[in-house]
């Protein structure tokens, strides 16, 4: 007799997801930007921890950084100016089995969304900020960002910018319930994947400063720190981030450091003669508030209306 198979549920195959899974429309950024060099080694990331793309989503404000989720083969949503991180803390809270990402730069993060930021990193929920430093705000063509240095020609200060540059480490150390802290360079693609791999791993918000180069619109502030490993400090430790031997043998100056320290990392942080690389401060134990907001979500809708009567019953007069 012909007839319906009695199961006709898909089979449903594990399968190994390649670089490829994770690849969205073709990247505009400049030839030499570096963030090419990031959005590759988020793709190595997400292919090394198997995560499936369609459990992943990148989350950004604007500027050239905020381009990332259009070519990162997961979910994505390119948002508005400073506005990345409350999209991404409203997915975290309604979806927490989504892995998030968010992509910001300086002017979006540390300007425009410095409100944002300040609360995400206290409100640590499970998911990895990367924010694209190049100290300029290249999609609008150059014009003086939080992090520019003393002296940086812009089209906003063609003189040189006339404040010292804004230090988003000590601000986000000296955050309640900070819990993972990480500076890196975009040239250095061991590094930059070993960090971004330490940060996705972390349960919380973890912060990853990338000093990243724009050839165009920061070329002479890029290509200075990038002859100049001296001017780098690398952070070692056997609770920080694993540095390939290649990475040891780059950068002279070194120095362990206990990144469950804060006192440690806020030193590391206004020492005006070195940039810190590596992790500056880790604390797992911080609690995440997707944990403590979603306490009572699994009631049943009996179990609800028990406990609202309760409530309103405290206020009978
Ligand atoms: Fe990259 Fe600068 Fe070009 Fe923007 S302007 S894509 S930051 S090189
Ligand atoms: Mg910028």
Same mark, same amino acid.
């Given at each position: 007799m012909f007839g319906l198979k009695a199961d006709w549920s898909l089979e449903v195959f594990e399968r190994y997801f390649t670089i490829g899974d994770y690849a969205g429309g073709e990247a505009r950024w400049c030839?030499?930007?570096g963030d090419h060099a990031v959005l590759s080694a988020a793709q190595r990331v997400l292919r090394d921890e198997q995560q499936r793309p369609e459990k992943s989503v990148c989350v950004s404000g604007i500027?050239?950084?905020?381009?990332?989720p259009h070519y990162l083969g997961t979910y994505g949503f390119h948002g508005l100016h400073g506005r990345a991180l409350p999209v991404a803390c409203g997915i975290k809270s309604r979806r927490p089995d989504l892995d998030v990402w968010v992509a910001t730069g300086d002017g979006d993060c540390?300007?425009?969304g410095t409100g944002h930021w300040i609360h995400a990193l206290r409100y640590n929920m499970d998911m990895t900020l990367m924010v694209f430093d190049n100290? *300029?705000?290249?999609?609008?063509?150059a014009q003086t960002s939080p @992090?520019?240095?003393?002296?940086f020609k812009t089209n906003t200060h063609p003189f040189g910018a006339i404040l010292d540059a804004h230090n988003p480490l000590t601000v986000t150390l000296g *955050?309640? +319930? *900070?819990s993972f802290v990480a500076q890196v360079v975009d040239w250095n693609p061991p590094m930059l994947y070993q960090t971004l791999k330490a940060a996705y791993r972390h349960r919380g918000t973890s912060f990853v400063r990338i000093i990243q180069?724009?050839? *165009?619109?920061a070329d002479a502030y890029s290509k200075a720190l990038q002859s100049d490993p001296s001017r780098f400090l690398l952070l070692e430790h056997a609770d920080g981030i694993a540095h390939d031997p290649a990475v040891l043998r780059q950068f002279p100056e070194r120095r362990t450091h206990d990144p469950s320290s804060l006192g440690g990392a806020f030193q590391l942080a206004l020492d005006n003669t070195h940039i810190p690389l590596g992790l500056l401060y880790h604390n797992p134990a911080a609690p995440c508030y997707e944990d403590l907001s979603s306490?009572?979500? +699994?009631? @049943?809708p009996e179990q609800k209306l028990t406990h609202m009567n309760a409530v309103l019953d405290r206020l009978t007069i």
């Open positions: 030839p030499g930007c500027g050239c950084s905020s381009r990332m540390f300007s425009i100290a *300029v705000y290249g999609l609008t063509k @992090t520019s240095p003393l002296g *955050v309640a +319930n *900070v180069r724009c050839p *165009v619109y306490q009572g979500m +699994n009631m @049943t």
